[in-house]
C-alpha cells in the first residue's frame, strides 16, 4: 500500500484540494458557458465560507490583542 491512499482506494483531503480546484478551474475555462447554473450554488458556498470565516477572524484578532 502506498502513501498516497488509504486501503480504500481513496485520495486523502490535501490530495483532494487541489485536484478539485484543477478540475473547477478547467470547468469553468472550457465548459463556462453550460455550467452557469451552478452560479448560485457557487455564491451559498462562499456566504457559508463568509459566515463562519469572517466571525471566527475577526474574534481572533479581537481575543488576541487582549493576551498582550
Known sequence: MSGETRGNGRLR??????????????????????VSWLTPVGQVFISLLQLTVLPTASMSLIVGG???
Open 13 to 34: 483531503l490535501p490530495q483532494q484540494v487541489p485536484l478539485a480546484l484543477a478540475l473547477g478551474t478547467a470547468t469553468g475555462l472550457f465548459f463556462g458557458p453550460m
Open 66 to 68: 487582549e493576551g498582550t
